[in-house]
C-alpha cells in the first residue's frame, strides 16, 4: 500500500514569501504528525493531530506556523513570512494512534529559504 | 528537561563485524524506545521498539536491549554489511510526544 506522501519534495522561496507544504498520510491512521530536522539535529516535533480532538501545537516555533488538517486525512503545514533560519526538511509522520505504534514517515519536503 | 542523546560521531566499522550504537536519555523514564533507520534524502524507517519490562529484542540481525539502571539502550548490527550504512536514530515514547536523538552515522566498510 501507499505509505506517506509529501509534496513538494523540495521547495526553494524567497525571504518573506508564505509556503504550504503538504502530507498524505496512510488510509486509515488516525495519528498524524509534523517535525522539523535541521542539518546536525534531532527531529524537532511541531504539531500532533489525532482523530476530532484538538491538535497539540506546543511545538510549533512561531505565530508564523500553523498547521490543519482537513477530513481527518490530509495535512497542511503554512509558514507565513519565511526566515532564513526556517531552512530545514520538514517530515510528515503518521501512525494508527494505540500507544508504542510505530510512526511511518514521508521523506520530507526540503525547505530553503534564500 | 527530557533528553535522548545518542553519538553524534560517525561509527565506522569493517564488513561483518557487530556495529553497537548507544542511545542515552536523561531526565525521564520512557515506557519504551523504538529505533529508526534514516538514509540520505528519507524519512525515517521504523526498526524495532523495546518496552522498559524487555531487556532484549531480536529481529534477525539486529538487537536491541533496554536498561532502566543505566538508562541506556544499545542497538546492534551483527554480521555487518555494507547496506548498513545510514543513519540510526532512537526516539522514545510512553505518550504520543516521541523524543527523537540527533542518530548516528553508521559507515560499514567493504
Known amino acids: 500500500g501507499a505509505g506517506v506522501s509529501q509534496s513538494p519534495s523540495n521547495k526553494v522561496t524567497e525571504k518573506g514569501k508564505d509556503v504550504e507544504l503538504r502530507c498524505d498520510p496512510i488510509s486509515g491512521h488516525t495519528a498524524l504528525y509534523w517535525y522539523r530536522q535541521s542539518l546536525g539535529q534531532g527531529l524537532e516535533f511541531l504539531i500532533y493531530f489525532q482523530g476530532n480532538s484538538a491538535p497539540d501545537k506546543s511545538g510549533l516555533p512561531s505565530d508564523r506556523f500553523s498547521a490543519e488538517r482537513t477530513g481527518g486525512s490530509v495535512s497542511t503545514l503554512t509558514i507565513q513570512r519565511t526566515q532564513q533560519e526556517d531552512s530545514a526538511v520538514y517530515l510528515c509522520?503518521?501512525?494508527?494512534?494505540?500507544?508504542?505504534?510505530?510512526?511511518?514517515f514521508g521523506n520530507g519536503t526540503r525547505l530553503t529559504v534564500t | 528537561s527530557q533528553k535522548i542523546e545518542q553519538n553524534s560521531e560517525a561509527l565506522n566499522i569493517q564488513e561483518g563485524k557487530t556495529a553497537t550504537l548507544t542511545c542515552n536519555y536523561t531526565n525521564y523514564s520512557p515506557a519504551y524506545l523504538q529505533w529508526y533507520r534514516q538514509d540520505p534524502g528519507r524519512g525515517p524507517v521504523f526498526l524495532l521498539l523495546?518496552?522498559?519490562?524487555?531487556k532484549e529484542k531480536r529481529k534477525e540481525r539486529l538487537k536491541v536491549t533496554f536498561d532502566t539502571t543505566l538508562k541506556q539502550s544499545l542497538f546492534h548490527i551483527t554480521a555487518s554489511q555494507p547496506a548498513d550504512s545510514a543513519t540510526y536514530l532512537c526516539?522514545?515514547?510512553?505518550?504520543?510526544?516521541?523524543?527523537f536523538g540527533t542518530g548516528t552515522r553508521l559507515k560499514v566498510l567493504a
Open positions: 526516539a522514545s515514547g510512553g505518550t504520543y510526544k516521541y523524543i
Open positions: 523495546i518496552r522498559e519490562n524487555e
Open positions: 509522520a503518521s501512525s494508527t494512534g494505540t500507544d508504542n505504534s510505530p510512526l511511518h
